[in-house]
């Protein structure tokens, strides 16, 4: 297949257009737009987006400058193409991960076929969207730009939407493709009602008529295939269980943990259920021991460090040489209004003993 030399695509620099995340919208009006068009018209050969679409993207990975990237649907690699470009012009060290379970037969393959400083930012997975959430956790890294293009399905999209969710640094922006299949633009719609601190930046749900379900919807960008989100600034906990997960501890005990609170003055109560699990190394030895301890506690204020310390230390009854330990913190807020959610700049930090 026919690969483009290397070149600057958009020959200026779109890194002021990247915040607040709505002035992606201006996007398609400044310079260097045109040439994202005429570059990526009727290109890469087998590419399932629209050239506006391509153009949209890789403008706005240029505006982002993404140090993760991460796509669910690899295809042809049309897009992966796109957005790499537009992360090799950034120079920022990015990556770029696709999944794909029906791809391993041809994706390798294209891959290898760019030229090496393009495919060198990719990493591709021959996995469907379950696996790759299991497997992105080791990476230990948020993710900047999501762009959801896999299984189009509504149980699919919003499963992969929650997932991404739960994963995307604060501030991050998660694209969905095919704005138009009903369960795309469904799926996005649920997903925005239980999590009122994210947004879709042009309002599309706002106008949206329950009396014209399919021909009242319409895309973030005119002309493109996409619904762009914005993700909260802080990760949100509301009155679902938000689940953090920590592993490869060798420390004996859980004391409690440490909040960092964001802006913006809350009031509540914060109730958790923690589980300290340990495990032997060699599994053989025994079963694994799970103990945990439910707390509630008052949580008020705003900008800084605030611990939760537990009346008494979760701690294993097994050798800790011959085990290895996880935590999960499930969280739910109870706002004293009823509506403010609690907002933190990261995830809550286990505070663990020897
Ligand atoms: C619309 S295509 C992706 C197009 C590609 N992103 C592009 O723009 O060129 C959808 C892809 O998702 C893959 N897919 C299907 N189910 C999936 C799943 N559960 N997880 C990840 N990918 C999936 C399909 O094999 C297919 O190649």
Same mark, same amino acid.
């Given at each position: 297949?026919?690969?483009? $030399?290397?070149?600057?695509?958009?020959?200026?620099?779109?890194?002021?257009?990247?915040?607040?995340?709505?002035?992606?919208?201006?996007?398609?009006?400044?310079?260097?737009? @045109?040439?994202?068009?005429?570059?990526?018209?009727?290109?890469?050969?087998?590419?399932?987006?629209?050239?506006?679409?391509?153009?949209?993207?890789?403008?706005?990975?240029?505006?982002?400058?993404?140090?993760?990237?991460?796509?669910?649907?690899?295809?042809?690699?049309?897009?992966?193409?796109?957005?790499?470009?537009?992360?090799?012009?950034?120079?920022?060290?990015?990556?770029?991960?696709?999944?794909?379970?029906?791809?391993?037969?041809?994706?390798?393959?294209?891959?290898?076929?760019?030229?090496?400083?393009?495919?060198?930012?990719?990493?591709?997975? $021959?996995?469907?969207?379950?696996?790759?959430?299991?497997?992105?956790?080791?990476?230990?890294?948020?993710?900047?730009?999501?762009?959801?293009?896999?299984?189009?399905?509504?149980?699919?999209?919003?499963?992969?939407?929650?997932?991404?969710?739960?994963?995307?640094?604060?501030?991050?922006?998660?694209?969905?493709?095919?704005?138009?299949? $009903?369960?795309?633009?469904?799926?996005?719609?649920?997903?925005l009602d239980l999590n009122p601190g994210w947004?879709?930046?042009?309002?599309?749900?706002?106008?949206?008529?329950?009396?014209?379900?399919?021909?009242?919807?319409?895309?973030?960008?005119?002309?493109?295939?996409?619904?762009?989100?914005?993700?909260?600034?802080?990760?949100?906990?509301g009155?679902?269980?938000?689940?953090?997960?920590?592993?490869?501890?060798?420390?004996?005990?859980?004391?409690?943990?440490?909040?960092?609170?964001?802006?913006?003055?809350?009031?509540?109560?914060?109730?958790?259920?923690?589980?300290?699990?340990?495990?032997?190394?060699?599994?053989?030895?025994?079963?694994? @021991?799970?103990?945990?301890?439910?707390?509630?506690?008052?949580?008020?204020?705003?900008?800084?460090?605030?611990?939760?310390?537990?009346?008494?230390?979760?701690?294993?009854?097994?050798?800790?040489?011959?085990?290895?330990?996880?935590?999960?913190?499930?969280?739910?807020?109870?706002?004293?209004?009823?509506?403010?959610r609690?907002?933190?700049?990261?995830?809550?930090?286990?505070?663990?003993?020897?």
């Amino acid at each position: 297949m026919y690969v483009k $030399p290397i070149i600057d695509v958009v020959g200026a620099d779109l890194s002021l257009f990247a915040k607040p995340a709505a002035r992606l919208l201006d996007l398609p009006n400044r310079p260097g737009f @045109e040439q994202a068009m005429a570059f990526f018209d009727d290109y890469p050969a087998r590419g399932l987006s629209d050239t506006k679409s391509s153009a949209f993207m890789h403008c706005m990975v240029r505006a982002l400058q993404p140090k993760l990237f991460v796509e669910i649907g690899t295809y042809y690699a049309g897009m992966t193409e796109v957005v790499a470009r537009a992360m090799l012009t950034n120079g920022n060290n990015g990556l770029l991960l696709t999944i794909d379970p029906f791809g391993n037969h041809r994706v390798p393959e294209i891959l290898k076929s760019w030229p090496h400083e393009l495919g060198k930012l990719v990493s591709y997975m $021959p996995l469907d969207s379950m696996g790759f959430y299991t497997e992105v956790d080791t990476i230990k890294s948020t993710v900047d730009v999501c762009f959801i293009d896999g299984n189009h399905l509504y149980e699919y999209v919003f499963y992969d939407l929650n997932s991404m969710a739960q994963r995307m640094r604060p501030g991050g922006i998660v694209v969905m493709d095919d704005y138009s299949q $009903p369960g795309v633009f469904w799926a996005t719609k649920h997903f925005l009602d239980l999590n009122p601190g994210w947004r879709e930046i042009s309002g599309v749900f706002d106008d949206f008529d329950p009396n014209a379900p399919f021909t009242s919807i319409r895309p973030t960008v005119p002309g493109t295939g996409f619904l762009v989100l914005a993700a909260p600034n802080t990760i949100e906990i509301g009155d679902g269980p938000s689940v953090f997960e920590y592993s490869e501890y060798r420390e004996t005990a859980i004391s409690g943990y440490r909040l960092n609170l964001g802006p913006g003055n809350v009031a509540g109560r914060l109730h958790a259920l923690v589980y300290l699990r340990s495990f032997f190394d060699d599994g053989s030895l025994g079963d694994p @021991e799970q103990l945990e301890i439910v707390t509630s506690t008052e949580i008020s204020g705003e900008d800084g460090e605030q611990s939760v310390l537990f009346d008494t230390p979760l701690a294993t009854n097994y050798d800790r040489s011959l085990t290895k330990r996880e935590v999960e913190i499930n969280l739910i807020w109870a706002p004293l209004d009823g509506r403010t959610r609690l907002g933190l700049l990261q995830q809550p930090d286990p505070i663990m003993l020897n």
